[in-house]
């Protein structure tokens, strides 16, 4: 009895660890490391929260994206370099930071482009946006999916009203050639930075102004530095999660296939969240001090019509994608 019990033993513990170590090998997960500039708190920092959630669990467990928010991983530009050499996975960029690296990216981000949020949408969900994603993929990148980051307004230190008072002023953007663009058309003088040094930038006085949308007006706390906000909606820049082509290479069908669909199903959640967060910053940034100037109709048109120049100097791919996304009911 002793013997067979003995030998029952030995048979169970060589079973486990046998099914015990090749299981241990099969269920290494594949772990992708993800780049935000944004704090933890932020929004589009949740809705990438959001998004490792789903795929997660929807590979039970088997991939999992790391998110480094906060800049921990660096600034936006040397992010999107380690994405493309395929140190870095992904990243949750603005489409504006990625388009110095793929111009056609540019279509997107055209000044006074979209009627609203939901156009932009229609665009972004459609043939327009899947064709985007295309063509990221010659400069080594794979688009995951894009995010809302609303619309985009001046703001300085001195107080403008009209669009001749941007005329002369330093004003900092995003490091893209469109973005320097549109603020030459103004007549501005357009003062690339990274996103992390806009705060000193405007406290010394290197720029007298910058742009964004509300939430990001706040949560650097620039409202502290530049009080006058100026409701002209220039853009409406969405945000992208680019993935690494090497690495996305390596993934089988199925689960890039996993990925981007929990990118997609995460959607929702971060615009329900970005919404609310607008109202919220805005209305922080009011109760903190902010003077904010609300543009007529009239001289939103003047801010459109500044733009002409930018248009004018497009390549004809970038303007026909354009007419494309205008002609979007
Ligand atoms: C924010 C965007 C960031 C970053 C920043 C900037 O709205 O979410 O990814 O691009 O703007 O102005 O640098």
Known sequence: MRKVLAVMLALLAATFILTGSSS??????????????????????????????LVKERSNGRIIVEVYHSKQLGEERAVI???????????????????????????????????NSDHMWKVLDGAIGAEILKKLEPSNFVGVGWFEAGSRNFYTKKQVKTVGD??????????????????EALGAVATPLPFGEVYSALQT???????NNWPSYL??????????????????????TLGSKKVFDKLSKEDRALIFKAHKDAVPYQIRLWNDFEKVAEKAVR???????????AEKQKFMDAMKPLYDKQPAEILSVANKIRAVK
């Open 24 to 53: 241990k090998v099969s269920a290494a997960p594949i772990v992708m490391r993800l780049g935000e500039t944004h704090p933890q708190d932020y929004p589009t920092t949740k809705g990438v929260y959001e998004f490792a959630k």
């Open 81 to 115: 370099e380690q994405v493309q050499l395929g140190a870095i996975d992904m990243t949750r960029v603005s489409v504006s930071a990625a388009s110095a690296y793929v111009r056609d990216l540019d279509a997107l981000q055209l000044p006074y482009l979209y009627r």
């Open 166 to 183: 941007l005329k002369g002023l330093k004003i900092r953007v995003q490091q893209a050639p469109l973005m320097v663009g549109m603020i």
């Open 205 to 211: 006085g290197v720029v007298d102004g910058a742009e």
């Open 219 to 240: 949560s650097t706390s620039h409202y502290e530095v530049a009080k006058y906000f100026i409701v002209d909606e220039h853009t409406r820049v969405p945000e992208i």
């Open 287 to 297: 109760e903190k001090g902010s003077v904010i100037t609300q543009v007529s109709p």
